[in-house]
């Protein structure tokens, strides 16, 4: 399975991106696919999943600025980010969880993407 994360970029606080993530290699309709982040001299973190009947879990850093959607045609996932902060800046880690657990952890991710920079100034 490839995963091909796209759509980070620089933005100032208050503004928004829109980030994609492209599956290949192989179905993943009952998959759970999600995002981690990775600041610098920091471990990576959950941000966000979404499993194949479209339950979702978020952390709580994100709650209300933050919202993953998928298209299981197109094997792709989507997260709008949405009031970013500074806090925000990180790479971003496209993951896919195929035991299909909502609350995904660094452990249980099987694939991960090459993750996008995304920069938020203040």
């Known amino acids: 399975v490839q995963l091909q994360a796209s759509g980070g970029g620089l933005v100032q606080a208050g503004g928004f991106l829109r980030l994609s993530c492209a599956a290949s290699?192989?179905?993943?309709?009952?998959?759970?696919m999600g995002w981690f982040r990775q600041a610098p001299g920091k471990e990576r973190e959950f941000v966000v999943a979404i499993n194949w009947v479209s339950s979702t879990n978020y952390a709580d850093s994100v709650k209300g600025r933050f919202t993953i959607s998928r298209d299981n045609a197109k094997n792709t996932i989507y997260l709008q980010m949405n009031s970013l902060k500074p806090e925000d800046t990180a790479v971003y880690y496209c993951?896919?969880?195929?035991?299909?657990?909502?609350?995904?952890?660094?452990?249980?991710?099987?694939?991960w993407g090459q993750g996008t920079q995304v920069t938020v100034s203040s």
């Open positions: 290699g192989r179905a993943l309709s009952r998959t759970t």
């Open positions: 993951a896919a969880d195929v035991g299909g657990n909502v609350r995904i952890t660094r452990i249980t991710v099987d694939y």
